[in-house]
């Protein structure tokens, strides 16, 4: 038919019965029925910064509602009040108190991060733990890994570092390793490592698709791993790019991750689509900081309406393709459900 044909069809047939798509949004109840997707709580991932030292809870000035915590009673408490919410898994983020160039706190077997895994698995033993490999927050040049003498970030012996650092995690008891470096051959380096050692049935998530994004600023600051000098451009990728983002994660698939990642979320949905329909394999999507804080700082502005705003992302993530979505709003996220869950039924 040509679209002269289909549209004169259209309009006989549209005489004959009305269509009326607005029936199906007349009550929360019918639109719930027919919603074509649904945030999946158990599938939001907690992050969590863990700050080497004692009795800490601070708040991070750019992530209201977001805090560092010691691994101590603090952390715990913050765990059992996610346990208590239905939070199912965390990825956890190291803050040492001391740095050196090779970032070597990040495979101390009593750091900050391995303290906190043994915590926490033996506080909730099902709670699934994630650990991000890097070395930014551990190198006192804030780079995320080693340098060679002119300033460039290598890619081999950082790599082999990465294994250094996933094993000790696998040790402490992490259910999950969680690359972010952006190294070439990571996920086979931390395979390899993990494999030598006994610890097959560790999972790699891989940050396969990590672009080098302005939206990672208020992590830097929670994390104070903004680097000295330079940027993230020669190992993370450009953002105009999304075959590439195909490319990364097929060479991760291949190396054996178990779970790909595109990240950020909100300005790459695009790159979330594609590469969720290029493979199989469980999606995370990384909700960043800064998207966190945008939607935070306009709704402590009373600019907009940051529940609805937080929602409206979280679906448009998972629209887009993602299995797991990592969010800063996993707590908020699950407290207002929960909340709204008291007071069920009769509002419109
Ligand atoms: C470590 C790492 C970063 C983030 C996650 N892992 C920072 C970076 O790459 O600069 C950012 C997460 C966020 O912004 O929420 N490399």
Request: overall charge neutral.
């Amino acid at each position: 038919m040509t679209e002269l044909e289909v549209s004169r069809k259209l309009r006989i047939d549209s005489s004959d019965v009305l269509a009326r798509p607005r029936r199906l949004r007349l009550t929360e109840g019918i639109r719930s029925l027919v919603a074509e997707n649904e945030i999946t709580p158990r599938q939001l991932v907690m992050p969590i910064f863990v700050k080497e030292g004692s009795g800490i809870k601070e708040e991070i000035e750019s992530m209201p509602g977001i805090f560092r915590f010691s691994p101590d009673s603090s952390l715990d408490a913050e765990v059992s009040d996610l346990e208590d919410l239905g939070i199912n898994a965390v990825l956890l983020f190291g803050l040492p108190s001391k740095k050196d160039s090779s970032g070597s706190e990040a495979y101390n077997p009593s750091g900050v991060i391995q303290q906190a895994v043994r915590r926490i698995k033996q506080m909730i033993p099902e709670m699934v733990v994630i650990c991000d490999v890097c070395m930014c927050e551990y190198t006192d040049h804030g780079h995320c890994g080693i340098l060679n003498g002119r300033g460039y970030v290598e890619n081999d012996k950082t790599a082999e570092l990465l294994g250094k650092i996933a094993l000790s995690q696998a040790r402490a008891g992490a259910d999950i390793v969680a690359p972010s470096a952006m190294m070439d051959n990571q996920v086979l380096e931390i395979r390899r490592a993990l494999d030598a050692s006994g610890f097959e049935n560790t999972a790699i998530m891989s940050y396969s698709s990590k672009y080098s994004s302005a939206f990672y600023g208020p992590f830097r600051e929670a994390a104070s791993s903004a680097p000295s000098f330079g940027d993230r451009k020669s190992y993370q990728m450009n953002p105009p790019n999304v075959r590439e983002a195909i490319r990364e994660a097929q060479m991760d698939i291949e190396q054996g991750a178990d779970i790909i990642m595109v990240k950020p979320a909100l300005a790459y949905l695009d790159v979330i689509r594609a590469v969720r329909e290029k493979f199989g394999l469980p999606l995370a999507a990384y909700n960043v900081s800064g998207e966190y804080a945008m939607i935070k700082a306009a709704a402590l502005n009373g600019w907009l309406d940051g529940k609805r705003a937080m929602e409206e992302t979280l679906t448009a993530i998972k629209r887009a393709g993602a299995d797991i979505i990592i969010t800063y709003f996993a707590k908020e996220f699950l407290s207002s459900k929960l909340n709204s869950e008291k007071s069920p039924g009769r509002k419109k």
